[in-house]
């Protein structure tokens, strides 16, 4: 899981809590992404961050929301406008740029919310 | 638009032989393709990477991959399958991109169960 940690392994929670899912790593990189998997689906793209105090919706940002404050760290909020939010989250960083950069992962977050 | 196909949820091999995960690809342009593995409950590990040059790429663990450009195809296989092999692989392509945004197209994940 390279140098990339999440935070905590498991969570459960409430529906119509907010929950924020923690994401550090080390590796220097400028990027950092957050990705949902669910069953069947493959990943799906949350959020994207490029550099530190900017980052871009992805696929389905609809319910959830991120800050970049720091080049290491991209928490994850995911709100209780977020009707599904039971599922597995990954983070992932890489380097920044136009090449054949590989994304480095966490070892994800398994919210389940009743 | 761009998108990744793995056209098998499930591939049953039996340890010592030969095993292959499909991967085809759809892509605007020239592809950077890559294949990852997932061990239950885990983030993802990059195995192995075409940029260009060989279409046979070497990776991690023992596993390759070739690049087949005519049948836009990018399978990855391993001469002597391990049970320690079964896990969850999944294939992404990002093509040498007009923008500066290194997103991934993942498939949808393929199953491999590697039986003594």
């Known amino acids: 899981d390279g140098g990339i940690t999440q935070s905590p392994k498991y969570l459960f929670r409430k529906e119509g809590q907010n929950v924020t899912l923690s994401c550090e790593q080390n590796?220097?990189?400028?990027?950092m992404y957050w990705y949902r998997q669910d069953p069947g689906q493959g990943l799906r793209l949350i959020y994207y961050s490029q550099i530190v105090n900017d980052f871009q919706k992805g696929d389905i940002a609809e319910g959830y929301s991120v800050s970049r404050e720091k080049k290491e760290s991209f928490p994850l909020t995911v709100t209780s406008a977020q009707k599904n939010p039971t599922a597995f989250y990954l983070c992932a960083s890489s380097v920044e740029g136009t090449g054949a950069y590989e994304q480095y992962f966490g070892p994800g977050t398994r919210l389940t919310v009743t | 638009a761009q998108s990744v196909a793995q056209p098998e949820d499930q591939v049953n091999v039996a340890e010592g032989n030969p095993l292959t995960v499909k991967c085809t690809y759809s892509?605007?342009?020239?592809?950077?393709l890559f294949w990852y593995v997932q061990y239950p409950n885990r983030g993802l590990q990059f195995l192995l990477k075409y940029i260009t040059g060989d279409n046979l790429v070497k990776g991690s663990y023992g596993f390759e991959a070739e690049f087949n450009k005519s049948q836009t195809s990018f399978h990855l296989k391993k001469p002597s399958a391990l049970v320690s092999d079964s896990a969850l692989y999944f294939c992404a392509v990002r093509v040498q991109p007009l923008y500066n945004f290194n997103k991934f197209y993942f498939g949808s994940g393929t199953k491999l169960n590697v039986k003594p």
């Open positions: 590796l220097n990189h400028d990027a």
């Open positions: 892509v605007s342009g020239n592809p950077y």
